[in-house]
């Protein structure tokens, strides 16, 4: 059977820095609260100019350069998003027009934070099984453009960006997406979203009493189930492939919090060199997150192929999961 194997990676983030001294400007908060509750140092925040499509298809360009394959090639493209341009067209459709990828299907997964996890998953069995030989995963988000700012408890931690991966059928190799694990507990879907903006609450009746046109999030309980489900989801895949802890060369998690990264990788007894954080730079890309951690490891040179790496997600919904992939 095929495996579905990474052949490119590339990622875009918007030039504008949002530092945690700007965001004291802002509210009322501090450079050592934000640091010690959170890694955070700053983020990337969209222009006017920027959006979901546009970090898409300049990091989709970056893989496809990355992998030396032309858009033409491309069977499919799937983008795990929470925030396209648009609730319709699609992310991906508005992506395969910019790219003149005009061979490729085209759909869009929402799985908040854990979306690149869900993409990669939906797309590797088309692969294994045959149906396609070429397939674009891009993870995104832009929720700056449903953030507060001027609600301290949620606008110090998200930034926005975009991550992308070009992967192919390949016989006769051991690389490759190895297994996948998908969860979700909806009743956790009161602890972070956005009310407005879906057919319950279109826009076009504005904004109803006592909601708001921003995202909210249960910080602590958030935190609770991110800590538990991010050591879940890495024990549980890694028992059904029969591999150890020990055996990840590189643990590659959702970007939010690095306490909760930090927690995560004690839990699976994995030493520092083996963790990529990159959260002190980005805050939490949701989406974006770990692919682009994957492509600024890849940049550093601490994954390389044939290393084993464990990617684990976590986001609204509540949903989580991990993918182990031979690099
Ligand atoms: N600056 C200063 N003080 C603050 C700030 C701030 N930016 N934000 C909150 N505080 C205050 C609170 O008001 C509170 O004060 P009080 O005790 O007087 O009421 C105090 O700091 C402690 O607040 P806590 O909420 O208890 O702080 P906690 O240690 O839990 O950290 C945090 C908060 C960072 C939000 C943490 O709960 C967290 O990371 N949660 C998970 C968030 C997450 O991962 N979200 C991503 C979801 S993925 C997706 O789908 C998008």
Known sequence: MPKAVVQGIGHAVPEKVLTNANLEELVETNDEWITQRTGIKERRICGPDDSCTSLSVAAARRALTNAGIAPEELDMITVGTVTGDFPFPSASCLVQEQLGAV??????????????????????????????????????????????????????????????????????????????????????????????????????RGIPEGMSPYLYMAGAEVYRFA????????????????????DIDLFVPHQANLRIIESAAKRLEL?????????????NTSGGSIPIALSEAVEQGRLKKGDLVMTVGFGAGLVWGANLIRW
């Open 227 to 246: 800590v538990g489900a991010m050591g879940d989801a890495c024990e549980r895949v890694l028992e059904r492939t029969g591999l150890a802890a020990t």
């Open 103 to 204: 061979n490729a299907g085209a759909f869009d997964v929402g799985a908040a934070c854990a979306g690149f996890i869900y993409s990669m998953a939906s797309v590797a069995p088309m692969l294994e099984t045959g149906k396609i030989k070429t397939a674009l995963v891009v993870g995104v988000d832009v929720l700056s453009r449903y953030v507060d700012y001027t609600d301290r408890s949620t606008c110090v931690l998200f930034g926005d960006g975009a991550g992308a991966v070009v992967l192919r059928a390949e016989e006769g190799t051991d690389r490759g997406v190895m297994d996948t694990v998908l969860l979700s507990d909806g009743t956790g879907a009161k602890h972070i979203g956005l009310d407005v903006g879906g057919t319950k609450n279109p826009p076009n």
């Open 271 to 283: 030493p520092n060199e083996k963790v990529f954080v990159n959260v002190q730079k980005y805050g």
